[in-house]
């Protein structure tokens, strides 16, 4: 279903379907733009590859506001002699800070630490390369009509939820919905719940996928 077909269905839903429209397009697209989001946040629906230039000499690089969560990570020199690309093994803080005292020579890295939005390699690499990797991102918006969700298909329609519960939401005389967070409930349902930032970060930084949070990291170390 692309945009359009969307917010057709939300209308229906809604029973907004002549003009003057209670809740505008525009209000509709954004609220359909968050459900993907929302969607693909609780089951890490959008699963891509993305690659960060790197320069000689510099370890640490802020990772794309897109990624929140990295499942695999390759160093690629980029100069003569080039390297095939070669996996990188995710370390916690304290493993990559008895790595990296004392200092070591400049080499094609082996390794990553993820701390904040942050992403440290070791050794810092000799040559400038690619630091390429496989995670789950945020979603682009739908900037026309004609553009569809960047989640499976058969989840689409599944979406027409959370524009239900955004529309409940609002406060209009004219325009109101019983219960939104039933809609809401039922969005939870079929993507799962949403977990904090806290939990987020948590994941990111460690690589875990449950609710745990490392002392560590829980901390500030």
């Known amino acids: 279903m692309n945009r359009q077909a969307l917010r057709a269905a939300a209308r229906k839903r809604l029973d907004d379907i002549a003009q003057p429209y209670g809740w505008p397009d525009d209000e509709l697209n954004r609220w359909l733009d968050e459900a993907v989001r929302e969607a693909s946040l609780r089951a890490g629906l959008t699963v891509a590859t993305t690659a960060i230039p790197c320069r000689a000499g510099v370890a640490s690089y802020s990772l794309p506001y897109r990624v929140r969560y990295v499942l695999d990570a390759w160093w690629t020199r980029q100069v003569s002699p080039a390297t095939p690309r070669a996996p990188l093994e995710r370390v916690d803080r304290d493993a990559f800070e008895a790595w990296a005292r004392p200092i070591t020579n400049l080499a094609d890295p082996t390794r990553y630490l ?100 490392p002392n560590a990291w829980r901390y500030g170390r």
């Open 114 to 213: 993820i701390a904040g939005r942050t992403i440290r390699l070791h050794p810092t690499p000799k040559d400038a390369g690619y630091l390429e990797m496989r995670g789950r991102l945020v979603p682009p918006p739908m900037e026309s009509d004609d553009d569809e969700p960047d989640i499976s298909p058969y989840l689409h329609e599944h979406l027409v939820e959370w524009v239900m519960y955004q529309a409940g939401l609002k406060r209009d005389v004219d325009y109101n919905l019983p219960d939104p967070l039933a809609h809401e409930a039922i969005f939870a349902r079929y993507f799962g719940p949403r977990p904090s930032e806290l939990t987020l970060q948590g994941w990111l930084e460690y690589g875990a996928t449950d609710t745990v949070i």
